[in-house]
Antibody, heavy 122, light 114 residues
Framework: EVQLVESGGGLVQPGGSLRLSCAASGFTFSSYWMHWVRQAPGKGLVWVSRINSDGSSTSDADSVKGRFTISRDNAKKTLYLQMNSLRAEDTAVYYC???????????????WGRGTLVTVSS | DIVMTQSPDSLAVSLGERATINCKSSQSVLYTSNNKNYLAWYQQKPGQPPKLLIYWASTRESGVPDRFSGSGSGTDFTLTISSLQAEDVAVYYCQQYYSTPPNTFGQGTKLEIK
C-alpha cells in the first residue's frame, strides 16, 4: 500500500527539541521531493520545509529557519524533521507530504500522511 | 511570496445544489511557456489529512468524483462542486506551486450543509 506514516510527536517544553519521522512505503521514495506541512489547532495549512529527492537541497519557511532541519534516509525510506528551540507557536499537527513534481520544478502534493501532533507547553 | 486568498471563508449549501469556492493569487501562477496554471485544490475532512482534488487548476486527481471541477487562469480560480453531497462537508484549500519556496496555501473555506 502506498502510504506515509508520521511518528515522533508529543509534549515538549518551550526551548526543547523533538525529531519527527515519516516512513514511506509502496513507492520509490528516493524518486520524490518531500515536504513537511503543519496545521495549528483549528487553523489552516502552512508549509514548513522541503527536501529534494537525494537530500542535497533543502528549503525552510522563515518561521522555522535556523531551528528546524529536514533530512532523509533513502535507504530507510524515511523523512525526518529535527525541531530545536521549540516555541508555543510551533504547536501543530505535522504532516509529511509527497511532491509529484519534477526535479526541475516541484509540484503539488499527491500523498499525505495522517500527521503527528506536537504540543509545546510548560 | 505569492499570497493566496480564498473567498468566502465559509459557505453553507443545500444538498444537491452547487457550491463555488474562489481563490485569488497575488501574482499570476500561469507559466506561459506551457500554458499551465500551477494551482492545486485540496479537501480536508474533520480529523483527516488533506487530500488532493485538482491540480494544474483543472485536472482532477484519479478517483475524484466528476462533480468536482476546477477553472480559472492567471490569478483567479474557482473550485465548483456541481451537486453537493453530504460527504463533501470539509475545508477546502487552494495552493500555488508556481513560485516556491514557499508553497503557499489559501486560508481555507469551510463548506457546510444548509
Amino acid at each position: 500500500e502506498v502510504q506515509l506514516v508520521e511518528s515522533g510527536g508529543g509534549l515538549v517544553q518551550p526551548g526543547g527539541s523533538l525529531r519527527l519521522s515519516c516512513a514511506a512505503s509502496g513507492f520509490t521514495f528516493s524518486s520524490y521531493w518531500m515536504h513537511w506541512v503543519r496545521q495549528a489547532p483549528g487553523k489552516g495549512l502552512v508549509w514548513v520545509s522541503r527536501i529534494n529527492s537525494d537530500g542535497s537541497s533543502t528549503s525552510d519557511a522563515d518561521s522555522v529557519k535556523g531551528r528546524f532541519t529536514i533530512s532523509r534516509d533513502n535507504a530507510k525510506k524515511t523523512l525526518y524533521l529535527q525541531m530545536n528551540s521549540l516555541r508555543a507557536e510551533d504547536t501543530a499537527v505535522y504532516y509529511c507530504a509527497r511532491d509529484c513534481g519534477s526535479s526541475d520544478w516541484p509540484g503539488h502534493f499527491d500523498l499525505w500522511g495522517r500527521g503527528t501532533l506536537v504540543t509545546v507547553s510548560s | 511570496d505569492i499570497v493566496m486568498t480564498q473567498s468566502p471563508d465559509s459557505l453553507a449549501v443545500s444538498l444537491g445544489e452547487r457550491a463555488t469556492i474562489n481563490c485569488k493569487s497575488s501574482q499570476s501562477v500561469l507559466y506561459t511557456s506551457n500554458n499551465k496554471n500551477y494551482l492545486a485544490w485540496y479537501q480536508q475532512k474533520p480529523g483527516q489529512p488533506p487530500k488532493l482534488l485538482i491540480y494544474w487548476a483543472s485536472t482532477r486527481e484519479s478517483g475524484v468524483p466528476d462533480r468536482f471541477s476546477g477553472s480559472g487562469s492567471g490569478t483567479d480560480f474557482t473550485l465548483t462542486i456541481s451537486s453537493l453531497q453530504a460527504e463533501d462537508v470539509a475545508v477546502y484549500y487552494c495552493q500555488q506551486y508556481y513560485s516556491t519556496p514557499p508553497n503557499t496555501f489559501g486560508q481555507g473555506t469551510k463548506l457546510e450543509i444548509k
